[in-house]
Nanobody, 119 residues
Framework: QVQLVESGGGLVQPGGSLRLSCAAS????????MGWYRQAPGKQRELVAE???????NYADSVKGRFTLSRDNAKIILYLQMNSLKVEDTAVYYC?????????????WGQGSQVTVSS
């Protein structure tokens, strides 16, 4: 089992910054695939940023240049630094880990963190 505990959401004005954290524990390694997704009201959940299993970074086009994904490999904590926030970034953000086992690939999710960008 893998546990993902998120922190850092909140309310911020347009142009502001927030940092999300996701602390992982359980059967997870520092090189497992991890990332952040988000879901806005009435929309599907979408990928925001992720580290792939090979360590490659992927960002959604909508956040490139504004969001930065980083990871503390020793503690297995994933961070998402969000700068120049826009109203359209408002969503519930979810930490995700994809764990490869002999039986397949398993998705684990954090509890969700509300990010609201509003003036």
């Amino acid at each position: 089992q893998v546990q993902l505990v998120e922190s850092g959401g909140g309310l911020v004005q347009p142009g502001g910054s927030l940092r999300l954290s996701c602390a992982a524990s359980g059967s997870i390694a520092s090189d497992d695939r991890m990332g952040w997704y988000r879901q806005a009201p009435g929309k599907q959940r979408e990928l925001v940023a992720e580290f792939t299993g090979s360590g490659t970074l992927n960002y959604a086009d909508s956040v490139k240049g504004r969001f930065t994904l980083s990871r503390d490999n020793a503690k297995i904590i994933l961070y998402l630094q969000m700068n120049s926030l826009k109203v359209e970034d408002t969503a519930v953000y979810y930490c995700n880990a994809k764990i490869v086992k002999w039986s397949g690939v398993y998705d684990y999710w954090g509890q969700g963190s509300q990010v609201t960008v509003s003036s």
